[in-house]
């Protein structure tokens, strides 16, 4: 009996392998397709998840995370999160759209086009994992008040730990900083975590963190008087204890709370049993320090609960602060700040369409304050600062999938031009 291969003079078809198939699939249409219909989909649910949810927690659900669980028509579903399905389509696009396609001096303009789109989401990475992010307070000049300028900046969202000890001259020297990332996590009741630091000759214990203790007024509405406290079986300290309210919305309103206990180190790697000290830490903000202070070996330390801060490679002094508000009421309806970049003394107007960009920081003008200020009150500018390496990225894509797709129709054109006149040319003899 022939075989096959005699019979129809072709040779069998050879069965493709795992790693093939898998090729074939990440870098083809379908994956492409469902990506981007996830894509549609996560982004539909996250814009709208923002009325209950918050900016910031709508964010982190469905655009920060590998996996999120949503509700759809009462039933929940496992879905990827937009970090998750920016990666495939990322890996799809580039096997796909660069590896697989055709290489040819007829069609470079698909493939620079492509190139552009893989660049831009490249941005989105780099913009996710390395920007930071915060707030600089910069009081209207007033004497010797030094309010006015700064190098500082303030997260407005996370919050830290600052442990830092007195000199001689009474100013603090920071010396180790509990980040939100080690606040961060799942605070159960009554869990506790401790802190050390090779430097610190004490430990530092953290119990009943709480995300947020203050309403949607600024009002604590989550600190407890003392017979209160007791009554709920709460811990109290200094008079007062603490209980969790609802987070806002709007994250930069949420004030947290935490007991400490200070525990003296005996030798490298043993500290005491007891406690030398005890504190309830409310979050405090910038020009309202509420530092915890205490003495361990004859120096004096502070710990205090703070919004994060860094610190910018330049310092900033604001000079002069403009507002101009609706007629006949006291709503700004246009602000602008006149500062002075101190190593430099270069003068830069922002205002809220006119950043200031400076090595690599961008300062906007975001706020002002205080709220409810009266004519006569001393302002303050509230500048948001952005670190962003990929900051003109997607502008430079933009860019390169314009000239991709304006070769790309070009050639199309002259294509098409070319077999028209083709055409005409056969009448024309036909006749």
Do not use: C
Request: glycine content about 8%; cysteine-free.
């Amino acid at each position: 009996m022939a075989d096959t291969e005699s019979e129809t003079g072709k040779a069998p078809r050879k069965e493709k392998s795992l790693l093939s198939k898998l090729y074939d699939f990440f870098s083809g249409y379908l994956l492409a397709v469902i990506l981007l219909t996830f894509l549609l989909a996560l982004t539909y649910f996250g814009t709208m998840a923002q009325v209950e949810m918050g900016l910031y927690e709508a964010s982190e659900k469905y655009f920060e995370s590998f996996f999120l669980i949503d509700k759809i028509l009462g039933v929940p579903v496992l879905l990827p999160g937009v970090y998750l399905v920016s990666a495939l389509l990322f890996l799809n696009l580039t096997l796909g759209a660069i590896v697989r396609s055709r290489k040819s001096w007829r069609r470079p303009g698909m493939l620079i086009a492509h190139s552009g789109i893989l660049y831009i989401l490249l941005a989105g990475f780099v913009a996710f994992h390395y920007t930071k992010e915060g707030n600089m307070l910069l009081y209207e000049p007033n004497g010797s008040d030094k309010r006015h300028q700064s190098d500082e900046i303030y997260n407005l969202t996370n919050w830290s730990i600052e442990i830092a000890k007195y000199n001689s001259d009474g100013n603090r020297e920071f010396i180790h900083v509990i980040g939100p990332d080690q606040l961060g996590g799942s605070w159960k009741e009554g869990a506790t975590r401790n802190y050390r630091h090779k430097d610190i000759p004490f430990q530092v214990q953290v119990s009943g963190y709480l995300r947020n203790i203050a309403n949607g007024k600024g009002q604590l509405a989550g600190l407890l008087g003392e017979e209160k406290a007791k009554d709920k079986g709460i811990r109290v300290l200094e008079g007062y204890g603490v209980e969790a309210v609802p987070t806002n919305k709007n994250m930069e309103f949420n004030l947290p709370a935490a007991y400490i206990d200070i525990y003296s180190r005996i030798d490298a790697n043993e500290f005491d049993s007891e406690s030398i000290s005890s504190a309830l830490l409310i979050g405090s903000g910038p020009f309202s320090p509420k530092p915890f202070t205490f003495s361990v070996e004859n120096e004096r330390w502070s710990v205090d609960l703070t919004r994060q801060r860094y610190t910018l490679p330049f310092a900033i002094e604001l000079e002069k602060f403009q507002k101009e508000d609706h007629p006949g009421t006291m709503r700004a309806r246009e602000y602008s700040s006149d500062v002075i970049k101190i190593d430099t003394g270069r003068k830069v107007h922002i205002s809220m369409n006119k950043p200031m960009r400076d090595g690599g920081y961008t300062l906007y003008q975001a706020s002002w304050g205080p709220e409810g200020a009266r004519p006569g009150d001393r302002l303050y500018t509230s500048l948001a600062v952005s670190h962003n390496p990929a900051d003109q990225w997607p502008k430079y894509g933009t860019y390169v999938i314009a000239i991709g797709m304006t070769i790309h129709f070009v050639q199309k054109l002259f294509s098409y031009l070319k077999r028209s006149n083709r055409s005409r040319r056969r009448e024309e003899d036909s006749q």
